[in-house]
């Protein structure tokens, strides 16, 4: 809480969660140390010490009453182009290398281009060029040209629009009432502002750093408010009643880049909560609140803001996405309740369908509820009714989940299934030509299976089958009163090109429980039966075309597993990776054959879901065989063999295929998501298959899957009618109805309700950058396959500079020269930059189409905890921990090691560092690392001792403190996702440690900025824009 505020009223300041840089001195801390190890000094906002006479231009221009305009603290352009010596391409080079050796810490080697602070990590934000050069208390101490952000409290209304503002507030507000008071006027016990003050946007934040000469630091940390006219700009009052923006939302807070976010205040344990006392921002009074405890848990469904605008033309004033990230199967953190509805039936809208939820009103003593989707009355089934007391609720509500519970599910009646539920079906394509057992891949798919036997048998209805093929198709018969399988081989290919041909009618698709003795015969013998093969061609096509066609009257899920491109019968496809070039590189991920987009409409539309493992040594053509997943809800896998050894590849594909027959699925899914009048869906991201305009159909539904919708304000006078009917919210509800594995069909409902508002400011502070840099990237994906990856990286731009220049049009001074930003988006240009810089979209032809294919699958229907990562992955140094870090704290949990800034020099080569990229985990180890710590982490004294494949840097637990905190630390990094994460290990100098270094976001890169390049060439384009 910045001092000077009072407690629990307006905006609070809330500080990034990426790894912050030194830290100015706070206010009335006395002794502060910044930098460390220096006298602490006091200077001006942005660190930089103003002439005497500027100082007394700014004492001069303090405003006069209650409104504070903002004002240009420091003219001047950014330099146009950066300067000669950074745009010169440098070859790579430590600039750690010849440094003494200390862990975790920062060594300046003087070239730099983005050097930082030895303790903590900058806040990423946007950084003018051109301020002046920072104080320095010490004499001989080198001059520290760092990033400072100033942070401070938003002012409610853009400058040009405060005056008017204040007469309406006057208007329709009585003084004494409980609305918010005029904008600008400080609250009754705030001291008076101090002199040089400004008002800004929320949380706004101006940057200072300095880049010239050859040693420049660019990347800056953030400094707490210090200064006077910082912590005396007065904040909007909040009566009681009203919302409060108590801080950021429950996946804002798990976020690294998380920003603040309003919450509900929840007085009363009803999911109506209490009617204020008076309006907000001088608007109509509002009857009710919706309380944090009936919302649909952010696990489920989260919003790329948490506050809506009200009206179409002010979302078209701040660019900013309006949609939601659903993960329908999520793993919840507590058990969602079921709902068994009376005899009656579900309780529905009958005008939209919506599901009744605790948002819904009930009337006419509870003989009658309103729908808080489409506002129709409608009549409550006799076998439902209940009294209401005097404040609308229902005397049994805190009874009924469905009434005070955001996500339940609901147990389906007979009308909402067309056949019975379907068994969990399992049906396995497997690869057996020389280049799947040559690289373990056979052995590898045989050991996850046996491995989930268990799981399989825990329903006695689950069925499995299994094809192999090669060159040929290899059918099984796997009766139960065999006394072994047997082998059913098609040598004629060609049937498959005119129909599915199925030696079998029954037997190949068979009851686990009954047939088990001959499944674990089969899979103890097919390795054998392949061993000496040298069978190179792969009929894949028919192969699915077959599995298909044996799986088709029940449904289910096909897992293919694959190493060898397809080049016999149907769905032939050609190496197009050694005729990449910049022009035709977005064609060649595009469909190559259109026979397996066939074969994908006609899967969902028999409930069939395809998985696919590629064990890719070379091209396998991802592009096409990603069509089957992303059309029928499965999910794509790429195991990129270059550089890294084939055991560990396949330890991960082991892991990664066990845990797709281990989760729960859903099975023959349907979602639909329903808005309030006024608002409509816009476009659906993710892996399925649209059916109408709003219906998709998922034949398979798990946790590793989310949908993102774009919503669109398509009728502003309905939700002005809204707020004339006391009711300033609107509801997003996705309702998903799959069958559980255990064979019953249940309809899982999501409902969360959000406030409106019209005001900037509070849309700005809103914000969850999270969300919104997911919707972003999914919305490229689909730009860089319709147009090209040039056009998605310039669209990416254009969208960060043009929220930039909106908000800075808004909320600075005509023809300012400072770029601002509120608090919310002060990583939104590092990210921006990390974006395009990422495996997605990246220029450059070291990605393999394949590689680059796989990671945007992962994007477009990952969970949101991977695609964060994939866009910023986390780095951890572990070369000398913490104290705290690799140990339990006092709630159980182990402590990671603080974040670091993906810049090379930050890399010490005495030390050893770990990268989190979402899908996988690397560990990069310097040549010079101390002896003593090779040896309590590999148990090796040099790293002359490690052969080619790194065979000796494997982490495992060792006998001694240090191995165990750095193992628990990795342990615990994995905890974070549902699925398995590899560990890859580099040493310095080893052919794959590019790999590594191409994470680095901050370094420049060929064809791409660094950062500090990227700010510059940002902060021109953003002022052009906003003051043309």
């Known amino acids: 809480q910045p001092q000077g505020y009072p407690q629990g009223q307006g905006y609070q300041a809330q500080q990034p969660q990426y790894p912050q840089a030194h830290m100015g001195p706070a206010q009335g801390q006395a002794g502060a140390q910044y930098p460390p190890n220096q006298p602490a000094h006091s200077t001006p906002p942005g660190g930089a010490s103003y002439p005497p006479q500027q100082q007394q231009q700014q004492q001069q221009q303090q405003p006069q009453g209650g409104g504070y305009p903002p004002q240009q603290l420091q003219s001047g352009p950014y330099p146009s182009q950066p300067q000669p010596q950074q745009q010169q391409q440098q070859p790579f080079k430590n600039p750690l290398a010849d440094a003494p050796f200390r862990p975790n810490e920062h060594v300046q080697s003087g070239k730099g281009q983005s050097s930082v602070p030895a303790a903590g990590y900058p806040a990423y934000g946007m950084a003018p060029m051109n301020a002046p050069p920072p104080v320095t208390p010490q004499a001989n101490a080198p001059p520290s040209t760092q990033q400072v952000l100033q942070q401070t409290p938003p002012s409610a209304q853009p400058p040009q629009q405060q005056q008017q503002q204040q007469q309406q507030q006057q208007q329709q507000q009585p003084t004494g009432q409980g609305g918010c008071p005029p904008q600008g006027a400080a609250p009754a016990t705030a001291p008076p502002p101090a002199a040089g003050a400004q008002a800004r946007g929320p949380g706004q934040r101006r940057v200072y750093a300095e880049l010239s000469g050859g040693g420049g630091e660019a990347a800056g940390g953030m400094a707490p408010p210090s200064a006077p006219s910082q912590q005396h700009i007065p904040m909007m009052s909040v009566p009681a009643g009203e919302y409060a923006h108590t801080g950021p939302s429950s996946p804002a807070s798990s976020s690294p880049y998380a920003s603040p976010a309003h919450s509900y205040a929840a007085p009363a344990a009803s999911p109506y909560g209490q009617a204020p006392a008076g309006g907000y921002g001088g608007a109509a009074p509002v009857e009710w609140s919706p309380s944090e405890e009936a919302q649909c848990p952010d696990t489920f469904m989260r919003t790329t803001m948490s506050t809506f605008p009200m009206s179409d033309k002010l979302l078209l004033q701040t660019g900013l996405p309006l949609g939601a990230i659903i993960e329908p199967m999520a793993v919840p953190d507590e058990k969602i309740p079921v709902v068994n509805f009376p005899q009656s039936g579900i309780v529905r809208c009958r005008k939209c369908r919506a599901y009744i939820n605790p948002f819904a009103r009930f009337i006419e003593s509870g003989k009658r509820w309103r729908c808080n989707l489409c506002a129709y009355t409608n009549e409550v089934p006799s076998d439902y009714y209940c009294m209401v007391g005097n404040d609308g609720k229902r005397y049994d509500v805190n009874e009924r989940k469905e009434l005070c519970t955001g996500c339940v599910e609901i147990i389906a009646p007979a009308e909402y299934m067309v056949r019975p539920p379907q068994p969990s079906v399992y049906f396995f394509?497997?690869?057996?030509?020389?280049?799947?057992?040559?690289?373990?891949?056979?052995?590898?798919?045989?050991?996850?299976?046996?491995?989930?036997?268990?799981?399989?048998?825990?329903?006695?209805?689950?069925?499995?089958?299994?094809?192999?093929?090669?060159?040929?198709?290899?059918?099984?018969?796997?009766?139960?009163?065999?006394?072994?399988?047997?082998?059913?081989?098609?040598?004629?290919?060609?049937?498959?090109?005119?129909?599915?041909?199925?030696?079998?009618?029954?037997?190949?698709?068979?009851?686990?429980?009954?047939?088990?003795?001959?499944?674990?015969?089969?899979?103890?013998?097919?390795?054998?039966?392949?061993?000496?093969?040298?069978?190179?061609?792969?009929?894949?096509?028919?192969?699915?075309?077959?599995?298909?066609?044996?799986?088709?009257?029940?449904?289910?899920?096909?897992?293919?597993?694959?190493?060898?491109?397809?080049?016999?019968?149907?769905?032939?496809?050609?190496?197009?990776?050694?005729?990449?070039?910049?022009?035709?590189?977005?064609?060649?991920?595009?469909?190559?054959?259109?026979?397996?987009?066939?074969?994908?409409?006609?899967?969902?539309?028999?409930?069939?879901?395809?998985?696919?493992?590629?064990?890719?040594?070379?091209?396998?053509?991802?592009?096409?065989?990603?069509?089957?997943?992303?059309?029928?809800?499965?999910?794509?896998?790429?195991?990129?063999?270059?550089?890294?050894?084939?055991?560990?590849?396949?330890?991960?594909?082991?892991?990664?295929?066990?845990?797709?027959?281990?989760?729960?699925?859903?099975?023959?899914?349907?979602?639909?998501?329903?808005?309030?009048?006024?608002?409509?869906?816009?476009?659906?991201?993710?892996?399925?298959?649209?059916?109408?305009?709003?219906?998709?159909?998922?034949?398979?539904?798990?946790?590793?899957?989310?949908?993102?919708?774009?919503?669109?304000?398509?009728?502003?006078?309905?939700?002005?009618?809204?707020?004339?009917?006391?009711?300033?919210?609107?509801?997003?509800?996705?309702?998903?109805?799959?069958?559980?594995?255990?064979?019953?069909?249940?309809?899982?409902?999501?409902?969360?309700?959000?406030?409106?508002?019209?005001?900037?400011?509070?849309?700005?502070?809103?914000?969850?950058?999270?969300?919104?840099?997911?919707?972003?990237?999914?919305?490229?994906?689909?730009?860089?396959?319709?147009?090209?990856?040039?056009?998605?990286?310039?669209?990416?731009?254009?969208?960060?500079?043009?929220?930039?220049?909106?908000?800075?049009?808004?909320?600075?001074?005509?023809?300012?020269?400072?770029?601002?930003?509120?608090?919310?988006?002060?990583?939104?240009?590092?990210?921006?930059?990390?974006?395009?810089?990422?495996?997605?979209?990246?220029?450059?032809?070291?990605?393999?189409?394949?590689?680059?294919?796989?990671?945007?699958?992962?994007?477009?229907?990952?969970?949101?905890?991977?695609?964060?990562?994939?866009?910023?992955?986390?780095?951890?140094?572990?070369?000398?921990?913490?104290?705290?870090?690799?140990?339990?704290?006092?709630?159980?949990?182990?402590?990671?090691?603080?974040?670091?800034?993906?810049?090379?020099?930050?890399?010490?080569?005495?030390?050893?560092?770990?990268?989190?990229?979402?899908?996988?985990?690397?560990?990069?180890?310097?040549?010079?690392?101390?002896?003593?710590?090779?040896?309590?982490?590999?148990?090796i004294s040099s790293l002359e001792e490690v052969d080619a494949h790194n065979t000796q840097l494997q982490l495992v637990p060792y006998d001694n403190e240090y191995s165990q905190r750095v193992n628990a630390v990795v342990d615990t990094i994995r905890a974070r996702y549902p699925n398995y994460r590899q560990l890859y290990v580099f040493k310095e100098g080893d052919r794959g440690e590019q790999y590594f270094f191409s994470f680095f976001v901050h370094d420049r890169m060929r064809g791409n900025y660094s950062y500090p390049e990227f700010l510059r060439e940002l902060q021109r384009t953003v002022l052009a824009k906003a003051w043309k």
Request: hydrophobic residues 45%; contains cysteine.
């Open 429 to 939: 394509v497997i690869d057996v030509t020389y280049t799947a057992v040559t690289t373990g891949m056979l052995s590898a798919t045989v050991s996850a299976i046996r491995r989930t036997l268990d799981r399989l048998a825990e329903d006695e209805r689950t069925k499995v089958g299994f094809i192999a093929y090669d060159e040929h198709v290899h059918f099984f018969n796997l009766r139960a009163n065999l006394s072994a399988p047997q082998m059913l081989v098609v040598p004629d290919i060609s049937v498959y090109a005119s129909s599915a041909f199925v030696p079998l009618k029954d037997d190949l698709l068979v009851n686990f429980a009954e047939s088990r003795d001959v499944v674990e015969s089969l899979l103890e013998k097919l390795p054998h039966m392949y061993a000496q093969t040298k069978v190179v061609e792969s009929a894949l096509g028919s192969a699915m075309s077959a599995a298909t066609a044996v799986v088709k009257p029940v449904g289910g899920k096909i897992l293919l597993c694959a190493a060898t491109l397809p080049s016999v019968g149907v769905g032939q496809l050609r190496v197009r990776q050694t005729a990449v070039t910049a022009e035709n590189e977005t064609e060649h991920l595009r469909l190559a054959n259109q026979w397996y987009k066939t074969l994908a409409l006609e899967q969902s539309r028999v409930q069939v879901s395809t998985d696919v493992f590629l064990f890719a040594p070379k091209h396998l053509d991802a592009a096409s065989l990603g069509v089957l997943p992303r059309i029928t809800g499965g999910e794509l896998f790429y195991y990129n063999l270059a550089g890294k050894d084939n055991t560990q590849g396949g330890r991960k594909f082991e892991e990664d295929l066990a845990s797709c027959i281990r989760r729960e699925t859903g099975f023959e899914a349907v979602m639909r998501v329903r808005c309030t009048k006024g608002i409509k869906v816009r476009d659906h991201f993710g892996n399925f298959f649209v059916r109408t305009n709003d219906l998709l159909a998922l034949p398979n539904v798990d946790r590793d899957k989310s949908v993102a919708v774009h919503l669109e304000i398509n009728d502003p006078k309905e939700l002005n009618l809204l707020r004339q009917r006391g009711d300033s919210h609107i509801t997003l509800q996705a309702a998903l109805l799959y069958t559980t594995s255990s064979g019953q069909r249940r309809i899982r409902s999501m409902t969360k309700c959000v406030p409106l508002s019209n005001v900037l400011a509070d849309i700005y502070q809103a914000v969850n950058l999270d969300t919104c840099m997911n919707l972003f990237a999914r919305i490229a994906l689909e730009k860089a396959i319709s147009s090209t990856l040039g056009d998605a990286r310039q669209a990416i731009m254009n969208k960060c500079v043009d929220i930039l220049s909106k908000y800075q049009r808004s909320f600075s001074q005509k023809h300012a020269q400072q770029l601002i930003c509120p608090n919310t988006l002060n990583a939104f240009p590092m990210l921006t930059l990390a974006l395009i810089k990422s495996t997605a979209f990246r220029q450059g032809s070291e990605i393999s189409l394949d590689e680059r294919t796989a990671v945007m699958h992962t994007i477009r229907s990952g969970p949101a905890a991977v695609s964060r990562r994939l866009i910023y992955p986390d780095m951890y140094a572990l070369g000398a921990l913490s104290e705290g870090a690799g140990r339990k704290n006092e709630a159980g949990a182990v402590v990671l090691p603080d974040a670091m800034e993906l810049a090379s020099e930050r890399i010490d080569r005495r030390g050893v560092f770990l990268i989190d990229n979402g899908i996988e985990l690397l560990m990069w180890v310097g040549k010079s690392a101390h002896p003593d710590l090779l040896r309590a982490l590999f148990n």
